[in-house]
């Protein structure tokens, strides 16, 4: 497996969890993964019941976007979200009620046929966790022969330990829903990737694991980026896919999408709440919070203490390595924003010249040449070959480059010079 | 709303520094640099063949060159470049201008006067760095455009200060490098010709052999390449492959000629192999970058080297084999990418196999088991007899072009050799005749093989002697028996 050990910096939020639930304002941003062709079903002064669907996003991977309290709403607001755009979104004023359409009943979960799964999943608004934001339900959507289900709790970037946090409190359950699952879609097992130095993380589904012979731990090397979807699985199935796992009869599920499913099968619950992992130096106390989704950051960071110091901080949504600076902490949770990491802003490095030692190429998971890219990101012709595409943008050749040259952001350039005129 | 800085990510960046790589080379290249005074400096004082400031000139000779480069880089990156103040500062800190003087004194022999290292240095800055745009830009490795320079324009002039032997070694070896030697004798030679004179295979790896300043020690090399794959500097698959093609190769034309292991051995330690290898070849701003391409950058190095070894009359070819792929990284690089296909990587494998089957065919043709050998250069224009003289009209490849010479042999024994005509260096020429060379021939001409060849004219002198030789042979076949 290739990738680097990095310095984990989880400690800080490892084993702290707290709840904020009390958003006087709620703001649901108008966007899933990139798109927002998004049909709004609300409008200024309806009372939207918690659970209640306010927005659906269209065509192919449609998918329904759920009020995460009971209330009033009161208009379209523009908000940050973590992609560092500003996005429309319903604000919806909390009566604190917490409201639902319905007394929702527990159901044996696995007493549910295929088609009814995928409705389900489909209608709790289930995406993918990790950070795709692709739609769960499409995963199990297919023709295709489901071999193995991939259960991704490897967490590899730095600082963030909300997955963590999900599986120490939720392993039961868990363990619980991908049986489940199995059953419903006659997978024939499933696996779940786990971080061998993570032993607490380890021992909790190992303690628990004893009668589902179907499921089989994985411990994977602490090494980024690991937890990449494609590099997970050439670990675990030593096979490679061109597009998507189903290719080789692979589903990845990250374990807090694990997780909503549960919620969603067990009790009818939507995806409304989240675990974000609020860290970094310059945060007096760094934990892990339950959140709902639509609750601006800002308010979170204050009723968790704050931080030390509000000058010279960088405030980056993800963790180090992938996510990016914000202008201001006011942005809104959604549910594929994982953590948010308050840093200290170090004088940014002067870019050297390149002297072509071939470290970026030597580290890059995806196999191809970035210092080859960087060379002639503006030249189509050139980048074809250089199937710049495969790029993750995993961030290792800029993190290896001794020259501190921003090498991913010339892959970025490149793929934008691929996507122009096409 | 506050408003924080953006920056671009990763946030957390890796400890590696380019000028830190760098400095870990330097380190790399302290114990040889050591060794270096040891030899060249020590030694012959203890032997009394210098004062004591000839005991520390090696110091002085790789000092010099770093100095120079430096300051033409300074200097050039002023007036070429155009870098002002501040950004002269700034160029100056990244651009590394002492470590082609550096590795330029220590590629050269120890004879080399001091002028013309100084102008081999400014040539390695201005020809191999600051035309490129400095830096990063090179095409050629600069050290090696500098030294190509100097052996070019002043091999004679090296020669004629003492050439690649130190004092002390005059007196024990009375031979060129081993390699030059190797190709002086006729055939590819037996281990009392090829090792014998220089000791033993143990000095070989220690270093105490006639080479350049730097190159002779494969043990400091090794330390220095295991050190530098430790620190994760150098591109490490380059040495291996090179040095392993090199050792491969010699292997299989050793075998085919009876000669066992001592024979690649000797050969991957000679001709400053491991320091070219290791240190040059391995320059990150003019190797590739791909994986496979250094795979292939070190085999295709390897085999230019056997190629030069065997069938030009240049001995060494390492630097010449370097500066020679150094134009040929961008398509390495192509072809390295290309090979992370199957199919692609094992049609390359399958190519390299057949240029290695070629390689030593064509070797093996020309260098045959007996020792013996038929010379392609040497060429029999007229032959005449009158009475019991026999008058050969005789030429032999030299430096530049043909010698032709008129042999007259009565009884077997040549009485008359007169050098009709010649193309040679004046430069070397003159050392030819400075020795009386001709009349030498003349006298040892019942042991011929055995004779030395003019140091410092190895390839005129050395072309001269296989022309006697030759025409004594066509002599013996035709009216002995």
């Known amino acids: 497996m290739k990738g680097i050990k990095l310095v984990q910096n989880k400690e800080m939020s490892k084993d702290r969890f707290t709840i904020y639930n009390k958003p006087k304002n709620i703001y649901i941003p108008l966007i899933v993964g990139n ?174 694991i004893g009668t589902y012979v179907n499921i089989k731990i994985v411990e994977v090397p602490n090494l980024y980026p690991i937890g990449w979807e494609k590099a997970l699985v050439q670990f675990i199935t030593r096979n490679t896919y061109d597009k998507l796992p189903i290719e080789i009869g692979i ?150 480059c001794p020259a501190k040259i921003k090498v991913r952001e010339y892959v970025k350039k490149a793929k934008e010079t691929l996507r122009k005129d096409e | 709303m506050k408003a924080y800085h953006s920056q671009i990510g990763p946030f957390q960046r890796s400890k590696n520094k380019t000028s830190s790589m760098m400095f870990h080379v330097v380190l790399a290249l302290l114990p040889i640099i050591i060794f270096s005074f040891y030899k060249n400096g020590i030694v012959p004082y203890i032997h009394h063949n210098v004062g004591i400031f000839g005991m520390f000139y090696p110091l002085l000779f790789i000092a010099i060159p770093p100095v120079i480069t430096f300051t033409t880089e300074w200097v050039g990156a002023y007036f070429f470049l155009r870098k002002k103040s501040d950004n002269l500062k700034e160029y100056m800190k990244n651009s590394y201008a002492i470590l082609p003087g550096l590795f330029l004194a220590l590629i050269l022999p120890i004879h080399t006067p001091i002028s013309i290292l100084i102008l081999g240095s400014i040539i390695a800055t201005v020809i191999g760095k600051l035309v490129y745009g400095g830096f990063g830009n090179n095409i050629f490795n600069p050290a090696l455009v500098g030294r190509l320079f100097v052996i070019t324009a002043y091999a004679g002039v090296i020669a004629s200060h003492g ?108 001709g400053g192999l491991f320091f070219g290898a290791i240190f040059m070849a391995t320059d990150p701003v003019t190797s590739p970058v791909t994986k496979n391409g250094q795979i292939i950058y070190g085999t295709g190095l390897g085999i230019l080297t056997v190629i030069f070894r065997y069938l030009t009359s240049y001995p060494e070819g390492v630097l010449t084999s370097i500066l020679t792929m150094n134009m040929l990284v961008f398509i390495v690089d192509r072809l390295g990418m290309q090979c992370k296909k199957r199919e692609n990587g094992l049609i390359t494998i399958a190519v390299i196999l057949i240029l290695f089957g ?95 060849t003019v140091s410092g004219a190895t390839i005129s002198s050395n072309a001269l002697k296989k022309l006697v030789i030759n025409t004594l042979q066509e002599y013996e076949e035709h009216y002995e028996k």
């Open chain 2, 358 to 452: 070629i390689v030593v065919y064509t070797i093996n043709t020309r260098y045959t088991n007996s020792g013996e050998t038929v010379d392609p250069n040497f060429v029999l224009l007229e032959e005449r007899q009158i009475g019991n003289q026999v008058i050969y009209t005789v030429s032999e490849k030299g430096n530049g072009g043909p010698i032709a010479c008129e042999v007259t042999i009565r009884d077997g024994n040549i009485i008359k050799l007169q050098v009709l005509e010649h193309n040679e260096t004046p430069n070397y020429y003159a050392l030819v005749e400075k020795e009386d060379y001709i009349n030498i021939l003349m006298k040892e001409q019942k042991k011929l093989p055995e004779l030395d």
């Open chain 1, 35 to 208: 798109d927002i062709d998004i049909t709004i079903l609300v409008k200024k002064g309806d009372y939207v019941c918690k659970g209640e669907v306010v927005a659906r996003r269209k065509g192919f991977l449609t998918i329904p976007l759920h009020s995460s309290i009971s209330g009033t709403v009161v208009g379209f607001e523009e908000q940050l979200h973590h992609s560092g755009k500003y996005v429309k979104c319903i604000k919806i004023e909390n009566d604190f009620k917490e409201r639902t359409i319905e007394k929702q009943e527990e159901k044996p979960i696995s007493k549910y046929s295929k088609q009814e799964f995928i409705e389900i999943i489909k209608n709790a608004g289930i995406i993918g966790m990790g950070g795709a934001g692709f739609p769960t339900y499409i995963k199990y959507q297919t023709e295709q022969n489901i071999k193995t289900l991939i259960v991704n709790a490897v967490e590899c970037e730095p600082y963030i330990t909300a997955d963590y946090t999900i599986g120490i409190q939720k392993a039961e359950e868990i363990l619980e829903t991908i049986d489940a699952i199995l059953e419903i879609n006659r997978i024939q097992n499933a696996v779940i990737a786990i971080k061998k130095n993570n032993s607490k993380l380890l021992q909790a589904f190992q303690t628990r």
């Open chain 1, 251 to 400: 589903v990845v599920n990250n374990i807090s999408t694990i997780y909503a499913i549960y919620q969603a099968l067990k009790k009818g619950v939507p995806l409304t709440e989240r675990i974000v992992t609020i860290t970094g130096e310059m945060l007096k106390q760094p934990t892990n919070v339950l959140v709902k989704i639509g609750t601006p950051i800002h308010e979170v960071i204050e009723a968790i203490g704050g931080m030390k110091r509000t000058k010279d901080i960088l405030c980056i949504a993800g963790g180090p390595m992938m996510g990016i600076t914000l202008p201001n902490d006011n942005v809104i949770v959604t549910a594929d924003m994982n953590a948010i990491v308050i840093l200290k802003e170090k004088e940014d490095f002067l870019e050297q010249t390149c002297m072509r030692c071939g470290k970026c190429v030597e580290v890059c998971p995806s196999r191809i040449e970035p210092v080859l890219i960087k060379d002639s990101y503006e030249n189509k012709e050139a980048l074809l070959k250089l199937q710049v595409n495969k790029c993750v943008e995993c961030g290792l050749c800029s993190y290896i």
């Open chain 2, 163 to 270: 050439g690649y032997l130190n004092p002390y070694e005059v007196d024990t070896i009375s031979k060129a490098t081993p390699l030059s030697n190797a190709l002086s004798i006729e055939g590819i030679g037996t281990y009392e010709i090829l090792v014998k004179p220089y000791g033993s295979l143990w000095n070989f790896f220690i270093g105490m052999i006639p080479g350049t300043v730097g190159e002779t020690s494969a043990l400091l090399c090794i330390v220095g390449f295991l050190y530098l794959t430790w620190k994760r500097v150098i591109k490490w698959r380059i040495p291996v492959f090179y040095i392993g093609t090199v050792f491969f190769l010699t292997t299989v034309i050793g075998l085919s000629n009876g000669l066992s292991i001592w024979y690649p051995i000797f050969q991957i330690l000679s």
